[in-house]
C-alpha cells in the first residue's frame, strides 16, 4: 500500500514520502504541484515533512501499487529528487534567481532529513 500524489498520481511508499514529492517537486518548479500545496496547505513551504505529511494523507488516496517499495530502512533521501537535482547544475547557465531557488531547495532538503534524523534517533533511544 502506498499513496497516490493528488497532483500527478505518482505512487509514494507512505505519508512521509508523499510530503517530500510534493514540496520537492514544488520547490523544484513543478507549478502544478506548488499550487496544489498552496491551495491545501496553509504555509506549507514552513513545515517539516512530520507536519506536512500529516495534512498530505488527507487529501490523498491510499493505494495499492504493482511496484515494490523498498523496506530496508536505510532508504537514501536522494532517490526521491527529480532527476538532474543531485549533481551541483553549472550555475553559471542559471539566472539568480533560478540559482536562489535551487539553494533554498537544497536547505529545506537538508532541514527534512535533519528532522527525520533527529526522529529516528528519538524513536530508539
Do not use: K
Request: proline residues 5%; charged residues 30%; hydrophobic residues 35%.
Amino acid at each position: 500500500m502506498g499513496y497516490a500524489c493528488p497532483v500527478c498520481a505518482e505512487p509514494q511508499a507512505d505519508a512521509t514520502h508523499l510530503a517530500n514529492h510534493l514540496a520537492f517537486t514544488a520547490l523544484t518548479g513543478g507549478a502544478d504541484h506548488e499550487a496544489w500545496l498552496d491551495d491545501n496547505v496553509d504555509e506549507w513551504d514552513q513545515l517539516g515533512e512530520s507536519e506536512l505529511s500529516e495534512i498530505v494523507v488527507e487529501h490523498a488516496d491510499e493505494t495499492e501499487f504493482p511496484q515494490v517499495f523498498e523496506e530496508s530502512g536505510t532508504h537514501d533521501h536522494a532517490d526521491d529528487l527529480p532527476p538532474g537535482a543531485r549533481s551541483r547544475p553549472d550555475t553559471g547557465s542559471m539566472s539568480d534567481d533560478d540559482a536562489a531557488v535551487l539553494e533554498a531547495a537544497r536547505e529545506l532538503t537538508r532541514e527534512m532529513l535533519s528532522e527525520s534524523a533527529d526522529d529516528d534517533e528519538g524513536e530508539t533511544e
